[in-house]
Structures are given as C-alpha cells and as structure tokens.
C-alpha cells in the first residue's frame, strides 16, 4: 500500500485537494505530520467527495513521532533542491531503483522538507516539470506522483493482496526465457530484457492481452527449441 505523507502543510485547501487526487488514483491512506493549518471544513470543501483520505488520515504531532512510529518502508521525499549528500533523481527512474515506494513525502509548500528530514529518506526525486515554472501546487504534485507510480506499477500499489493475486501477471519467466533460447545475453543491468519488458509496459495492457503475449511467447519457445538440436547437428 502507498502512503501519502504530508509534512507540515500549511494550507488546508492544499490538504483537501491532495485527499481528492488520492481518491482519483485509488490511493487511500493519508498521514499529516505537523500541519501548520487547522484541518477542518476547508479542507473537507476542497476534498468534496474525495473526501475518504482526509476522514481517515492518520496525524503525527512531529517528523521525529513519524519515523518512530512508521519506521518500516520505503521513503521517497519530493523535493527541487539537490545537496551534497544525495542527488536528486527522476520519480521515473528512481522507481525502477526501488521497487515497492511505500512512503511519498511531500514537504510544505514554502520551502519544503528539511534537509534532517531528506537524510532520514531513502531516495530524493523530482517530478517532471517542461514550463518556465519550477514549483507546481501542492495537490498537483501528489497527482503526478500518484498517476506516474499506478502507470509504472499498473495499479498494483493500490490493491489489496486479494486483489493483485487474481490479477493477470505479466509474463516475465517466459520473455526472458524466450531472449535466452534466441541467445541473449541477460547479465548486465540494461538488456534486451529489461527493455523489451519497460517496452510492452509503457502501455497497461488487458489481461486479455498479457495471455496472448504469454501463449506467443511460449510457442516461439517450443519451436525455437525443436530448431536448435537440428542447428547443432548440422
């Protein structure tokens, strides 16, 4: 499960609007640590019936209650500022580094997070940004974010265990047991694998369209497999 984290908010507004995108995106748990604002009816006008995150939320009076309390899963903080530390990478990439994000933190919306607060994160990202303007909204930030992990993980972020096992699952086995019939070599971090897999991926196909891929991937298989003894032999 995915949790959103919002740290010392200081718009009401703001947390309301983040409460609808989560809703939007099939996102559902909702921590505020230390919001600057009284979370109230303003709030509850801009989460209109988006509302079930908000209602919900979980609050922690400080940064430091959260991570004791939460001291488990992955931490990815927001942020536009890079330091000596640790770079900055693409939300994009970085997901590929960290395979079950379960924390997205986001920082209030004068200065953001912390630089105490981004050592105790496990990875810093930033989100795409093509305009003159660095900074985007708040809520518009929690939807990118939301909407670029559910496209990367096709949702499976979301779902309840009961849910993701009777999903149709990619065929990873027989695709790369297909590029070793054909004699690829899948040792190095970028192979025909990986990006033959990141290829079928950037659309979310139906599962429909995952069995085909299966059944095609498996008769191509079994006749390049009857193919290669006669290859051998001659």
Not at 1 to 10: A, E, F, G
Not at 119 to 124: A, F, G
Request: charge should be neutral; proline fraction near 6%.
């Amino acid at each position: 499960m995915v949790n959103v984290i919002l740290v010392r908010t200081q718009f009401p507004e703001n947390i309301g609007f983040v409460s609808r995108s989560m809703q939007n995106m099939g996102a559902e748990r909702l921590v505020l640590v230390d919001p600057q604002c009284v979370v109230g009816e303003r709030a509850t006008a801009t989460a209109a019936s988006g509302s079930a995150p908000l209602k919900n939320h979980i609050f922690y009076k400080s940064w430091k209650e959260f991570t004791e309390r939460e001291p488990h899963g992955n931490r990815l903080a927001f942020t536009c500022r890079s330091g000596q530390f640790r770079p900055v990478n693409d939300f994009e990439i970085a997901l590929k580094e960290m395979s079950s994000p379960t924390h997205l933190i986001f920082g209030p919306e004068n200065n953001g997070l912390s630089n105490e607060e981004l050592l105790d994160c496990h990875l810093l990202c930033s989100l795409p940004i093509f305009g003159p303007i660095a900074s985007m909204n708040l809520s518009h930030a929690v939807m990118l974010a939301l909407f670029i992990l559910a496209r990367e993980k096709h949702a499976s972020a979301f779902q309840s265990p009961e849910k993701t096992e009777t999903s149709t699952p990619f065929p990873n086995l027989a695709l790369r047991k297909w590029l070793e019939v054909l004699g690829y070599d899948l040792s190095g971090q970028t192979n025909a694998y990986s990006v033959l897999r990141q290829l079928f991926q950037t659309t979310i196909p139906t599962p429909k369209q995952l069995v085909v891929l299966e059944k095609v991937l498996q008769q191509n298989i079994r006749k390049l497999s009857e193919i290669k003894p006669h290859c051998h032999g001659n």
